[in-house]
């Protein structure tokens, strides 16, 4: 056991700006220094080596699942399905309970205490990886029963290789995970209470899940919008294939599954029935609302035990906030069909993709912008709230969460205002492709509004959806540390969004000029090239992460902020350009041809594998200024991932080898596994970086607040 050790910052108000870049000292005296502040520990290693291991259990645990589940319908062997059959549906749902593991190993994580007590640390995690997995299997069955039953999902899965359900039962799956992360988070007196604690909020929050998926059932099955989907009749120009990954039809949809689609389309529908009948518009819509619901009932556990903060909280943004938001992107954003067309009808999954990657961001900036509950009687003025020692007595606390106010209200409108803006700018994108000459024409010929409507081109919505995303996680970052003049606020996320937003646009023609050299982006995305969409979706995302946390924070000037900002915005571009290069020379085929040609596969496996190297840089820059501590921390991660994919390729990928399964059966399932899985390890190294001060490691110490 090590002694406990102060590894905060020595605050100096008096630090430069370069010393503050270096920061010698403390990197070598501290964060290197002293065993119990650095993220290289010998506990770290053994832990990851322990994960690989666990995913590899999980594997086997899935395979068994299925086949006790599955062998009524066909279900043979995971390996045989994933690199055989190419059963896209397994490949989805296999990929999300990976990430699912992932999500539970990176909360039951937090606070515990590696190099302090490590008995605690590792027991820790044998034990909560066991209750999350079962507890995982267990909600997939009740939700099945009580949410998705109307889905038949193992057998969809199996018999119809149905990506629309399987993309329902990974949204559930996801968000019950997201959930139980965030229960297992933090630290309690002990195993039994911290698993005790664990349960409650787990089990109330998959309460809240299924009632809202059950409701949003509900409303799409409404006369109104069951009247406006049936009288509409399929024509050839609004088919349903859309341009899959597969290059044909929808992915992953089977004849059976159209055949299905037809059958079930008589009468009344809803947005579940649709995604039964294999209508994979319908699956992702329901996906992205599942998870943006589990973000939403996350979030409270993160800030308190108030059950009455909680189901404010929670009832309010989901009875309120988010219709708000669904109607701003259905009718402004979506202009060119409502949201019953394109989903229910022309089973636009494009459109869904864009719809609902906006609903995700709805929930990481209202997540973002809640810190803390308070008393009734203190919530506009000095915040007070004392949380019982007592587990039941903290849930029944009288307290309301602190975001009724004009700082979470500017939050919202920026955010509506940004994803408006993201538009305008991808429009431009596309005005100016041939030109500035050209552009004047391209405006009165080219219709976005148009593109993002019409079902046989996903590759433009897809992208859209990625770039605005990315913009809003840049007002994520901004709007973690609100001032509290509500006027000083509303100016310093309008003038830190105008940045980032300019940031991200170098990134366009990063994408255009330098990632993808060889390939005409905006060209190839206007022929539907998924491929060349789902790369440079991974390329946005990633650029989004790192503004998010580069914009995170306080207590420099706005010149100094801005250079930091710039500094590591570079930084952090230029190793994403390495390791793409470096990941284009580990791959044994022609990346840049795949992508051209259409090869979805090699798209998604590039396109995740940036999102996750960006999330692994990230975190060190929201905690540490000192370039020192920051490079050799991402470079350790760099070598992670790329030992993670040959890890994936040996023991959770059987049979031909990944890059044979993404160049030459363009196997685009077997890239979102290995995407998954990496990305998943970028999250669970976010553990490995302590933050300075972190109380586990100095009884005397407060967490280290990013907004001081």
Request: glycine share 8%; with cysteine.
């Amino acid at each position: 056991m090590t002694t406990l050790a102060n590894c905060s910052y020595e605050y100096d108000t008096a630090v430069t700006l370069g010393d503050a870049l270096i920061d010698v000292d403390f990197a070598m005296n501290i964060v290197y220094g002293i065993y119990a502040c650095t993220p290289f520990k010998w506990e770290y290693a053994v832990n990851l080596l322990l994960v690989v291991v666990w995913l590899v259990v999980a594997r086997w645990m899935y395979d068994g699942y299925m086949r006790i589940r599955g062998k009524a319908h066909g279900f043979t062997t995971l390996a045989n399905e994933l690199t055989k059959k190419d059963n896209p549906a397994l490949a989805i749902d296999f990929a999300s309970f990976l990430l699912s593991i992932c999500l539970i190993t990176r909360g039951s994580a937090d606070g515990l205490q590696p190099a302090i007590d490590n008995a605690r640390y590792f027991g820790g995690f044998v034990l909560y990886q066991a209750v999350g997995c079962v507890t995982l299997l267990v909600a997939r069955v009740l939700n099945d029963a009580l949410m998705l039953r109307k889905v038949g999902s193992v057998e969809a899965m199996i018999k119809e290789s149905s990506v629309a359900v399987a993309c329902v039962q990974a949204g559930a799956t996801l968000a019950t995970a997201i959930i139980f992360s965030a229960s297992a988070s933090g630290l309690e007196p002990n195993f039994a209470e911290g698993v005790g604690a664990t349960m409650i909020y787990w089990a109330i929050g998959q309460v809240f899940l299924v009632i809202y998926g059950n409701l949003v059932d509900v409303v799409t099955a409404l006369p109104m919008v069951s009247a406006l989907s049936t009288e509409l009749v399929p024509t050839g120009g609004a088919s349903s294939s859309g341009g899959g990954p597969d290059g044909g039809d929808e992915p992953g949809t089977s004849t059976a599954g159209a055949e299905a689609s037809t059958n079930r389309r008589k009468g009344a529908t809803s947005i579940l029935k649709e995604a039964a009948a294999g209508n994979v518009a319908a699956g992702l819509s329901i996906f992205f609302d599942l998870v943006h619901a589990g973000i939403v009932i996350a979030a409270p556990i993160y800030v308190g035990y108030s059950v009455l903060a909680w189901l404010v909280y929670v009832l309010t943004t989901l009875l309120v906030v988010s219709p708000v938001m669904h109607l701003y992107l259905d009718h402004i954003i979506m202009r060119g069909a409502s949201y019953t067309t394109n989903i229910l009808h022309h089973k636009n999954w494009g459109a869904a993709v864009l719809m609902g990657a906006q609903k995700v961001l709805l929930a990481f900036v209202l997540m973002y912008s809640y810190r803390e509950n308070c008393s009734p009687s203190t919530l506009y003025a000095e915040c007070i709230i004392k949380e019982p020692d007592e587990m039941l007595a903290a849930l029944a606390i009288v307290s309301l969460p602190n975001v009724f106010t004009w700082q979470v209200l500017f939050n919202m409108l920026l955010l509506l205002l940004l994803i408006g803006f993201a538009k305008f700018v991808y429009f431009l994108r596309l005005a100016f492709k041939d030109g500035v000459g050209n552009a004047a024409e391209n405006m009165r010929q080219y219709s976005l509004d148009e593109t993002l409507a019409d079902p046989n081109n996903n590759a433009v919505s897809i992208s859209l959806a990625a770039y605005t995303f990315a913009t809003g996680l840049a007002a994520v970052g901004i709007v973690t540390c609100p001032d509290e003049n509500p006027g000083l606020h509303a100016g310093f996320i309008l003038l830190w969004t105008a940045i980032g937003s300019a940031l991200l646009f170098v990134a366009f023609v990063i994408n255009d000029y330098i990632l993808l050299i060889k390939i005409s982006n905006t060209d190839m995305l206007i022929a539907n090239n998924l491929a060349v969409a789902t790369f440079e979706a991974g390329s946005f995302l990633a650029c989004g992460a790192i503004l998010r946390t580069t914009l995170t924070g306080g207590g420099y000037s706005i010149g100094d902020g801005l250079a930091l900002t710039c500094i590591y915005w570079l930084l952090s571009q230029a190793l994403l350009l390495v390791f793409a290069y470096v990941y284009r020379f580990l791959t044994f085929f022609d990346d840049w041809e795949a992508l051209r040609t259409g090869n979805v596969a090699s798209g998604v496996s590039g396109g995740i594998t940036l999102v996750a190297l960006a999330v692994v840089m990230s975190y060190p820059i929201m905690y540490y200024s000192s370039i020192i501590i920051f490079l050799p921390i991402t470079l350790v991660g760099i070598l992670a991932l790329m030992i993670v994919r040959q890890l994936v390729d040996k023991f959770l990928m059987p049979g031909d080898s990944l890059d044979h399964e993404i160049v030459n059966d363009k196997n685009w399932g077997a890239a979102l596994i290995e995407g998954a899985v990496a990305l998943g390890i970028a999250f669970i190294s976010n553990n490995y970086v302590p933050p300075p001060g972190a109380p586990f490691v100095s009884e005397d110490i407060d967490y280290f607040d990013v907004c001081d």
